[in-house]
Nanobody, 124 residues
Framework: QVQLVESGGGLVQAGGSLKLSCADS????????MGWFRQAPGKERDFVAG????????YYADSVKGRFTISRDNAKNTVYLQMNSLKPEDTAVYYC?????????????????WGQGTQVTVSS
């Protein structure tokens, strides 16, 4: 079973950068597709980025394409989300999630395991 723990959130000014990490404390996530989602107050949880288990293919929401980069290090059981050129509208709680199988999904219901979330706040 996968147990995910996010870190790296915080407060940053618009235009700044943050790097989120998501570690699997039980060391089993190398066989899972991974996703990052975010949820702003009063809004649904939305897909941000995803990566196949092999790390070779990545997917992004249009709103973050060109600014965010997802990567993974299976040897360290960790997936990352590098966020550059941050905007106030990126403010949300960010969650990582694991999905069995190779294919990434943009749907929250397709993911089997979730982290507790980490707050990202971008000030204008």
């Amino acid at each position: 079973q996968v147990q995910l723990v996010e870190s790296g959130g915080g407060l940053v000014q618009a235009g700044g950068s943050l790097k989120l990490s998501c570690a699997d404390s039980r060391g089993t996530f190398s066989n899972y597709a991974m996703g990052w989602f975010r949820q702003a107050p009063g809004k649904e949880r939305d897909f941000v980025a995803g990566i196949r288990w092999s790390g070779g293919i990545t997917y992004y929401a249009d709103s973050v394409k060109g600014r965010f980069t997802i990567s993974r290090d299976n040897a360290k059981n960790t997936v990352y989300l590098q966020m550059n050129s941050l905007k106030p509208e990126d403010t949300a709680v960010y969650y990582c999630a694991a999905k069995g199988g190779v294919v990434v999904s943009r749907k929250t219901d397709d993911y089997d395991y979730w982290g507790q979330g980490t707050q990202v706040t971008v000030s204008s």
